[in-house]
C-alpha cells in the first residue's frame, strides 16, 4: 500500500519548509520503496511514497490538472487510463 503525507495551512503566503516534508516522505518509505514524489508551493506540501503494482513506468505523483493549478496525492487505482 502506498503512503501520502502533507501538511498545509489555509492562507499561508510561504511554502513549507522542505526538510519537514523530506522527513515525512523519510518517514514512510516502508509504505512504498518503489518511489517518492512531492509538491511544495505556498502554504501547502505534498509528499507520497509508491508501491509500483500496476502501471510501473507511468503513474508519477502528484498529480495536476492541466494547467498546474490543482495538485494532488491519492492512494487507489484509476481503471481505463
Known amino acids: 500500500m502506498c503512503g501520502i503525507c502533507?501538511?498545509?495551512g489555509y492562507g499561508a503566503q510561504q511554502p513549507i519548509a522542505t526538510?519537514?516534508?523530506?522527513?515525512?516522505i523519510a518517514a514512510i518509505v516502508h509504505?512504498?520503496?518503489?518511489e517518492a514524489g512531492r509538491y511544495v508551493g505556498p502554504g501547502i506540501a505534498l509528499?507520497?511514497?509508491?508501491?509500483?503494482?500496476?502501471d510501473v513506468a507511468g503513474s508519477h505523483q502528484p498529480v495536476a490538472?492541466?494547467?498546474?493549478?490543482?495538485h494532488m496525492v491519492f492512494n487507489g487505482e484509476i481503471y481505463n487510463f
Open 19 to 24: 526538510p519537514t516534508l523530506e522527513a515525512m
Open 31 to 34: 509504505r512504498g520503496p518503489d
Open 6 to 8: 502533507g501538511v498545509g
Open 65 to 70: 490538472n492541466e494547467d498546474s493549478s490543482v
Open 47 to 54: 509528499g507520497m511514497r509508491r508501491l509500483s503494482i500496476i
